[in-house]
């Protein structure tokens, strides 16, 4: 039986926001499997902010997209032909192989999941990459203290909604910063955050984040840059600490990103600003997926994801990430597992 592989190439390098001349479709056949190699079907694909970072050709911790090539990214699929000894019709793995509905992996590019320990979706969330870079993050950079403040920008996305309740489980004040009153009520009616501010609606967010941070900030993760962040680091502790885990305000922007330098307020403060990838951790990543499965279980974690089904909607749904549509993990459902 032939097998047509739709599959999402970058057509083009973006300047400013993608739009759909970025992205091409296209068909292709998949040929036959070889030994060692398993025939997956796609099931859920991650979106993410840093993947507009790849599609520059600039030097970055990470490789950029190849023009004309699939985009890579975290997936999920079922394995439905194998000829690995490892796999079975019927397993669920994790990889990353990208924008596309079917894929031939080799037996030591994707691993086995078990659906049985939680929604396989969360593999791409809660338990997979973006809750290991809110662990590793927070707790290896941020270092809250039980009592201390901890500020979080793009606080309802899919890393911030995790931090702050990690912040939480350690005893932190907690304040989230998102972009909707939807956001602002799932963070503290959810999730347990102690404020929230919408900066969208603000008349004054440096006066609201002083309201919210009574004794100021001592831990601010840092997801968007920008103004926002500009008016968090003027509101330090001395001995804060400033994970940098994103910026994803300036990722579109054509000109160079301008503000406040940060030098003199880090001397003043004492305060240690460090930017991350949680491929810095690869070696701890069992520590950390066995602690948020504990979290998780005994109920001292939760999640949300916003699901957009169908392959064609990718693009969409990528593009939604910069006009703040997601509440949590934003994945794409490609198609359903067998029975």
Same mark, same amino acid.
């Given at each position: 039986?032939?097998?047509?592989?739709?599959?999402?190439?970058?057509?083009?390098?973006? *300047?400013?926001?993608?739009?759909?001349?970025?992205?091409?479709?296209?068909?292709?056949?998949?040929?036959?499997?070889?030994?060692?190699?398993?025939?997956?079907?796609?099931?859920?694909?991650?979106?993410?902010?840093?993947?507009?970072?790849?599609?520059?050709?600039?030097?970055?911790?990470?490789?950029?997209?190849?023009?004309?090539?699939?985009?890579?990214?975290?997936?999920?699929?079922?394995?439905?032909?194998? *000829?690995? &000894?490892?796999?079975?019709?019927?397993?669920?793995?994790?990889?990353?192989?990208?924008?596309?509905?079917?894929?031939?992996?080799? !037996?030591?590019?994707?691993?086995?999941?078990?659906?049985?320990?939680?929604?396989?979706?969360?593999?791409?969330?809660?338990?997979?990459?973006?809750?290991?870079?809110?662990?590793?993050?927070?707790?290896?950079?941020?270092?809250?203290?039980?009592?201390?403040?901890?500020?979080?920008?793009?606080?309802?996305?899919?890393?911030?909604?995790?931090?702050?309740?990690?912040?939480?489980? *350690?005893?932190?004040?907690?304040?989230?910063?998102?972009?909707?009153?939807?956001?602002?009520?799932?963070?503290?009616?959810?999730?347990?955050?102690?404020?929230?501010?919408?900066?969208?609606?603000?008349?004054?967010?440096?006066? &609201?984040? /002083?309201?919210?941070?009574?004794?100021?900030?001592?831990?601010?993760?840092?997801?968007?840059?920008?103004?926002?962040?500009?008016?968090?680091?003027?509101?330090?502790?001395?001995? !804060?600490?400033?994970?940098?885990?994103?910026?994803?305000?300036?990722?579109?922007?054509?000109?160079?990103?301008?503000?406040?330098?940060?030098?003199?307020?880090?001397? *003043?403060?004492?305060?240690?600003?460090?930017?991350?990838?949680?491929?810095?951790?690869?070696?701890?990543?069992?520590?950390?997926?066995?602690?948020?499965? /504990?979290?998780?279980?005994?109920?001292?974690?939760?999640?949300?994801?916003?699901?957009?089904?169908?392959? &064609?909607?990718?693009?969409?749904?990528?593009?939604?990430?910069?006009?703040?549509?997601?509440?949590?993990?934003?994945?794409?459902?490609?198609?359903?597992?067998?029975?």
């Amino acid at each position: 039986m032939t097998i047509k592989n739709r599959q999402i190439t970058l057509a083009e390098r973006p *300047k400013g926001m993608p739009d759909e001349q970025t992205f091409q479709f296209k068909t292709e056949e998949i040929n036959d499997i070889q030994q060692d190699e398993v025939l997956l079907r796609t099931l859920y694909v991650s979106v993410d902010p840093y993947m507009r970072g790849r599609m520059v050709d600039a030097e970055s911790y990470i490789e950029p997209f190849q023009l004309n090539e699939v985009i890579e990214g975290g997936s999920i699929g079922e394995v439905i032909e194998s *000829k690995s &000894d490892h796999y079975a019709v019927g397993d669920v793995v994790i990889g990353s192989f990208g924008w596309q509905e079917y894929y031939i992996a080799k !037996a030591n590019e994707v691993r086995k999941i078990d659906p049985s320990v939680a929604p396989i979706s969360t593999h791409l969330g809660i338990l997979g990459m973006t809750g290991l870079t809110a662990y590793f993050g927070l707790l290896d950079i941020g270092q809250p203290k039980e009592g201390e403040t901890v500020v979080i920008s793009g606080a309802a996305g899919s890393v911030g909604s995790v931090v702050g309740q990690i912040a939480k489980i *350690k005893g932190a004040h907690v304040v989230g910063i998102a972009g909707s009153d939807e956001k602002i009520q799932f963070l503290k009616d959810e999730l347990g955050f102690d404020e929230g501010i919408n900066y969208k609606t603000t008349k004054n967010l440096a006066e &609201d984040l /002083k309201k919210a941070c009574p004794n100021r900030v001592d831990v601010y993760f840092d997801n968007v840059g920008g103004e926002i962040s500009d008016i968090v680091l003027s509101q330090l502790n001395t001995f !804060a600490r400033v994970p940098v885990c994103g910026a994803i305000s300036t990722y579109n922007s054509e000109e160079a990103d301008l503000g406040p330098r940060v030098q003199t307020t880090l001397i *003043k403060k004492s305060a240690m600003m460090q930017g991350f990838t949680v491929g810095n951790y690869t070696d701890r990543f069992k520590e950390g997926a066995m602690q948020l499965g /504990k979290w998780l279980q005994e109920g001292k974690l939760t999640y949300r994801e916003t699901i957009v089904e169908g392959f &064609d909607k990718i693009p969409e749904a990528f593009l939604g990430l910069f006009k703040g549509n997601n509440i949590g993990k934003l994945l794409v459902k490609v198609s359903d597992k067998s029975q």
